[in-house]
Nanobody, 126 residues
Framework: QVQLVESGGGLVQAGASLRLSCGFS????????MGWFRQAPGKERDIVAA????????YYKDSVKGRFTISRDNAKNTMYLQMNSLKPEDTAVYSC???????????????????WGQGTQVTVSS
């Protein structure tokens, strides 16, 4: 059974940086496209970024373009989200997810992802 575990969240001031990690186990990491999602209080879960199994294709939500970078290391079974210039509106629970159909393009739809981590809290103070 695939398991995903996020780490790296925390409380930071606006303008700071954080790097989130998503550890993958229970399968072959390179068989999955991956995504980072976030959910703020009172809001729906939303895609932040996604990356193809071979890193050749990525997607970013408009509001994080130029500030966040998604990457993966298939040898380490780990995906990352480097978050720079953090803003209070980035405050949310961040979750990673795995899509078991790598033959399709990276997807932004929550329902296309088959496995989810438990999430890590990111809080940005002003």
């Amino acid at each position: 059974q695939v398991q995903l575990v996020e780490s790296g969240g925390g409380l930071v001031q606006a303008g700071a940086s954080l790097r989130l990690s998503c550890g993958f186990s229970g399968g072959t990491f390179s068989y999955y496209n991956m995504g980072w999602f976030r959910q703020a209080p009172g809001k729906e879960r939303d895609i932040v970024a996604a990356i193809a199994w071979d890193s050749r294709s990525t997607y970013y939500k408009d509001s994080v373009k130029g500030r966040f970078t998604i990457s993966r290391d298939n040898a380490k079974n780990t995906m990352y989200l480097q978050m720079n210039s953090l803003k209070p509106e980035d405050t949310a629970v961040y979750s990673c997810a795995a899509d078991r159909f790598p033959e399709r393009d990276v997807t932004t739809r929550t329902g296309d992802y088959d496995y989810w981590g438990q999430g890590t809290q990111v809080t940005v103070s002003s």
